[in-house]
């Protein structure tokens, strides 16, 4: 591995061990409106944005981009996508369904092949197409054998996807986009606390600890994102597409060791059936990997 090689892979570790241990840090918001957790978390990552593009010098493609009416509504509805995805993760966690947003996220990458499949004339090879089916059937068997459909993992990995297909589409780097959207969305974001805090239902003021709270939502956010952005360019994306089991795996065992959410024998072998269809999809990029080039730009995670 080069020097290269290794810089990154330690980058986006980091940045996948992040966000595998924030279900610890959002759990402590359980007390409040997940919807202002939102909006602070989206409000305190725009400085963290701002200074680290302007350390990176990654300022120059920012005022073309919100000058194009077509890159500015592409990344608004981005934008909206990873808000409302932020929003239903922190309220899962909060209300003790861990394990579905585990469970999101192992399905997230079979969900983008499919989109790919969709919307961009992607083909599947056989291993990925028996990957998909076999998710499919573990989502139809925690519908009909569970008595209900998992809509908390199929919004966040749906979302998810939606969000990374149309970041595919914009000509903007990962850091750039993202301070990009956090602009958009702050006027919203910004006004929604003021309104809380002019009827006096924000809780940003109830105390010292709640107030660092709110405030540490930017940089559990913004920091992860940037990690990855810097490491996904020095690794191939072959590395990337395995390293990001690692945060399901995580999430799913907080969940099952700390929070000692309960799991049903049908949740189990739904996972079982998962976790065979990620090893089918893992073996799918082991496959091409060799004709594979170093990756020069990759959709980040957003929880």
């Given at each position: 591995m080069s020097d290269n090689s290794r810089s990154?892979?330690?980058?986006?570790?980091?940045?996948y061990l992040i966000w595998g241990t924030l279900p610890l840090f959002w759990k402590l918001t359980e007390n409040y409106d997940p919807v202002e957790v939102t909006a602070h978390r989206a409000f305190w990552s725009l400085p963290i944005a701002i200074i680290v593009c302007i350390a990176l010098k990654r300022t120059g493609d920012i005022m073309p981009a919100l000058r194009s009416p077509k890159k500015v509504a592409t990344l608004f509805l981005s934008s909206c996508l990873v808000s409302?995805?932020?929003?239903?993760?922190?309220?899962?966690?909060?209300?003790?369904?861990?394990?579905?947003?585990a469970l999101a996220y192992y399905i997230n990458p079979l969900i983008t092949v499919l989109l790919g499949f969709v919307f961009l004339g992607d083909r599947f090879n056989r291993l990925q197409l028996a990957a998909i089916l076999i998710a499919a059937a573990a989502v139809l068997m925690l519908t009909v054998v569970g008595g209900q459909f998992p809509w908390v993992s199929i919004a966040l990995a749906l979302t998810f996807g939606l969000y990374g297909?149309?970041?595919?589409?914009?000509?903007v780097g990962p850091t750039q986009g993202f301070l990009i959207e956090i602009l958009l969305i702050f006027p919203i974001v910004a006004g929604f606390i003021g309104?809380?805090?002019?009827?006096?239902?924000?809780v940003f003021f109830?105390?010292?600890?709640?107030?660092?709270?709110?405030i540490l939502a930017g940089p559990?956010?913004?920091?992860?994102?940037?990690?990855?952005?810097?490491?996904a360019k020095r690794l191939r994306l072959s590395t990337i597409g395995l390293m990001q089991f690692l945060v399901p795996t995580?999430?799913?065992l907080i969940g099952v060791f700390i929070f000692k959410e309960p799991m049903r024998e049908v949740q189990l072998a739904a996972f079982a059936m998962i976790w065979f269809a990620?090893?089918?999809?893992?073996?799918?990029?082991?496959?091409?990997?060799?004709?594979?080039?170093?990756?020069?730009?990759?959709t980040e995670d957003g929880q």
């Open positions: 990154g892979f330690f980058f986006a570790l980091s940045a409302f995805n932020w929003g239903v993760f922190i309220w899962a966690i909060t209300v003790d369904r861990v394990l579905d947003t297909l149309i970041r595919k589409t914009v000509d309104w809380k805090m002019m009827n006096g239902t924000s109830e105390s010292p600890e709640v107030s660092w709270l709110m559990a956010t913004a920091t992860p994102l940037i990690l990855f952005s810097v490491g995580m999430i799913f990620l090893v089918l999809y893992a073996l799918s990029i082991m496959q091409s990997s060799k004709k594979e080039r170093p990756s020069s730009a990759l």
